[in-house]
């Protein structure tokens, strides 16, 4: 499985998501979308963080843990 969470500098949401796949147990990678704007146009998101699982935009914004553990445990 593949997980990147889209992040922009600064951005407090992207911590507490990248805390809750921490706590998972989820390895990540972490793409800063102001460095690499062609993620952007991949997944067109309009708030911060992006949850992209096996290249699908799943969540924009914190999700909820249960429905993120739906997801990763597919």
């Known amino acids: ?10 951005c407090s949401n992207c911590s507490v998501l ?5 706590k ?5 990678d972490l793409i ?3 460095e690499k704007p062609e ?7 309009f708030t ?5 699982i096996n290249e699908k935009l799943e969540f ?3 999700p909820k843990i249960d429905e993120l553990e739906k997801k990763l445990c597919k």
């Open 1 to 10: 499985m593949k997980v990147q969470v889209l992040t922009t500098p600064g």
């Open 18 to 22: 990248e805390k809750m796949l921490e």
């Open 24 to 28: 998972l147990g989820v390895k990540y």
């Open 32 to 34: 800063d979308v102001t």
């Open 39 to 45: 993620y952007l146009e991949k997944y067109p998101i």
């Open 48 to 52: 911060a963080p992006g949850l992209v």
């Open 60 to 62: 924009t914004s914190i």
